[in-house]
């Protein structure tokens, strides 16, 4: 399959059917994300187990590249620690935006993303949930309070 089916079929599926969508109660950190560019607005919950992400869940609203990039990424980083997923987002982050970047065959679904560099205007799209995880696990997130 070439890149343009994997990420025409991967964005489609996760755009429709979003993995890991809604909330985490307390002690969830929080991290909102927006990208005024196209309007993508995303919270990103994780739940942190000594630095490990134990569980991972978004909501928000927009593009189908935002919300299927969300949904594949949280499928992707349960039981990654802080250093794994730093070294998984910097392979996205090449993945996205160098032109030639070859994508590595362990990304596995998450190679569909590489379509979006056809797409540069999309790339702050895709990147949106990542960077708002990487800010979640960075302490720049909110606690998630129960009421
Ligand atoms: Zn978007």
């Known amino acids: 399959m070439d890149l ?8 489609l599926d996760h755009n429709k059917r979003p993995r890991n969508f809604g909330v985490l109660a ?3 950190i929080a991290a909102q994300g927006h990208n005024p560019l196209c309007g993508d607005q995303l919270t990103i919950y994780v739940d942190l187990d000594h630095g490990t992400i134990k569980e991972v869940r978004f909501e928000g609203s927009g593009c189908a590249i935002s919300v299927a990039s969300a949904s594949m ?3 992707a980083v349960k039981g990654l620690d802080a250093a794994a ?7 996205i ?4 935006t ?6 590595p065959a362990t990304l596995g679904k998450l190679a569909a993303l590489g379509g979006v560099r056809e ?10 949930s ?5 800010a979640a696990i960075a302490g720049a997130g909110t606690a998630v309070t129960t009421e």
């Open 26 to 28: 307390a002690p969830a």
């Open 85 to 91: 997923f730093a070294a998984l987002h910097a392979q």
């Open 73 to 75: 990424m949280t499928e």
């Open 4 to 11: 343009k089916d994997l990420y025409r079929d991967v964005i």
């Open 93 to 96: 982050h090449a993945v996205l």
């Open 98 to 103: 160098q032109h030639d970047a070859e994508v």
């Open 119 to 128: 797409y540069p205007a999309r790339v702050k799209c895709a990147s949106l």
């Open 130 to 134: 990542w960077r708002t995880l990487e």
